[in-house]
């Protein structure tokens, strides 16, 4: 699992409320990743790390955002949580070959 | 440019058959081509990969073809088995600069015992 650990596992919560997940590795690594997961739309790029305080948008950032204060930690928010954010978040590091990416075991999120 | 097409859906193999999986592409800047197994509940997990000099890579039952002129390239699993049940998902990226990845949108694969 390259030193991935993700947090909660498992959240429900209410619709308007915020929510913050979080993404801790152990390895060094300058490149971080948020995918969410939906059927039918494979892994979609919500916003991506470069370096601390680095960050920048991926493909699906509307209504999300992201801070890196450490190399370690990398911070997924849902300012006000939409029924629409439900969904399997992935965080994911790159390699040191720049070629792979390693992925963490999710956070299954329900905004009821 | 940047979609990355996965066909089919879910696919059905009896155990000891072949499963094909097939994606293509559009930008042809991608260079590296991986293909990530993912079992419930998990993380996807790179299985294998291919870079654009190479027309086929075969690693174990897992076999990746390459065909850079038609944008096309699709994972092979020779003699399928139940343990293979997963979802498989395609990708491609390109390795300078920032290095987005771009996924299809995965293929479950049922082996039938």
């Known amino acids: 699992d390259a030193g991935i650990t993700q947090s909660p596992r498992h959240k429900v919560t209410e619709t308007g409320t915020p929510v913050t997940l979080r993404c801790h590795q152990t390895?060094?690594?300058?490149?971080m990743y948020w995918y969410r997961q939906d059927p039918g739309h494979g892994l979609r790029l919500i916003h991506y790390?470069?370096?601390?305080?680095?960050?920048d948008k991926g493909e699906v950032s509307d209504g999300y955002s992201v801070s890196r204060s450490k190399t370690e930690d990398f911070l997924l928010t849902l300012e006000s949580a939409t029924s629409s954010q439900t969904s399997v978040y992935f965080c994911a590091i790159r390699g040191r070959d720049n070629e792979k990416l390693f992925f963490g075991s999710g956070t299954q999120l329900s905004v009821l | 440019q940047q979609q990355v097409k996965q066909s089919p859906q879910s696919l059905i193999v009896q155990k000891g058959g072949i499963s094909i999986i097939n994606c293509a592409y559009e930008n042809t800047a991608f260079d590296y081509f991986p293909w990530y197994q993912q079992f419930p509940g998990k993380g996807p997990a790179l299985l294998i990969a291919?870079?654009?000099?190479?027309s086929e890579k075969k690693e174990g039952r897992f076999t990746i073809s390459f065909n850079k002129s038609a944008k096309q390239f699709s994972l092979h699993i020779m003699d399928s088995q139940p343990g293979d049940s997963a979802t498989y998902f395609c990708?491609?990226?390109?390795?300078?600069?920032?290095?987005?990845?771009?996924f299809g949108t995965g293929t479950r694969l049922k082996v039938l015992a």
């Open positions: 291919i870079r654009p000099d190479v």
């Open positions: 790390s470069y370096g601390v305080k680095d960050t």
């Open positions: 990708a491609a990226s390109i390795t300078s600069g920032t290095y987005k990845y771009i």
């Open positions: 390895e060094n690594h300058r490149y």
